[in-house]
């Protein structure tokens, strides 16, 4: 276990890189969402893919073929999600683009909480909850349109009020690919940055998990914030992994001594 000296001194590298480097970009995963009490996707025993086979529920196949076992597990996640708040991780996110320290977050992150938190400058490449649309006819509805419509349809499925489809969330699923102006757009930061923060994210789900290498490539630096093990850790100027919480405001501390 590392010293509180040891991780002090990592915050202070770490508020150096960011004092120092730009553009400064952070590419945020489920770990940043956890301390607001939503369970990550693989953490041994609590991760939600623990629980459920994501093929057979959030996978887009799953959506067409039996959309009324999709919305069982996506109908209790929405619920889930509409009652989260931010947590001190966002905060201290928006607070580094307060002070322009920080230029813009990518996230994984489906959960609306960056933009709650006051980002502005936001990517989000695997889609929000903020929407539902009707893959037939392309009509959008808000998330309160759509829990109303799960009440009140027998089977569960929420539909389109335009052509009776079943709606989908604006979500990225399995065996579907990335919106192509997200990810060209996260693709552009990372190239350019002059230091990438990984916050939150195992970094294996590609094509989000290439992105470091673009920072690498272009001559910037990539610091990693997160627990557990990440297929990069050993190429990481700066490598924290306690609490995003802690981690963070240990950052904005370092900042504030210098």
Known sequence: MRSRLALRSEHVRLAELVRDARPVVALTGAGVSVPSGIPDFRSPGTGLWQQVDPMEVAHIDAFHSDPARFWGFYGARFATLSSKVPNRAHQALAEL?????????????????????????????????????????????????????????????????????????????????????????????????????????????????????????GGGAVAIITQGPTPIDELASVRLGGDVVDELQGLLGALEDA
């Open 97 to 217: 683009e307060r002070r322009g320290l920080l230029d813009a977050v990518i996230t994984q992150n489906v959960d609306m909480l960056h933009r709650k938190a006051g980002t502005r400058e936001l990517v989000e490449v695997h889609g929000s909850i903020a929407s539902c649309s009707c893959p037939a006819c392309g009509r959008a509805v808000t998330p309160d349109q759509v829990r109303e419509r799960l009440r009140a349809e027998p089977d569960g499925v929420p539909r389109c009020d335009r052509c009776a489809g079943p709606l989908k969330p604006d979500v990225v699923l399995f065996g579907e690919l990335l919106p192509e102006e997200a990810l060209r757009r996260a693709q552009e930061l990372c190239e350019r940055a002059g230091l990438l923060l990984c916050i939150g994210s195992s970094l294996e789900v590609y094509p989000v998990a290439g992105l470091p290498a673009l920072t690498l490539a």
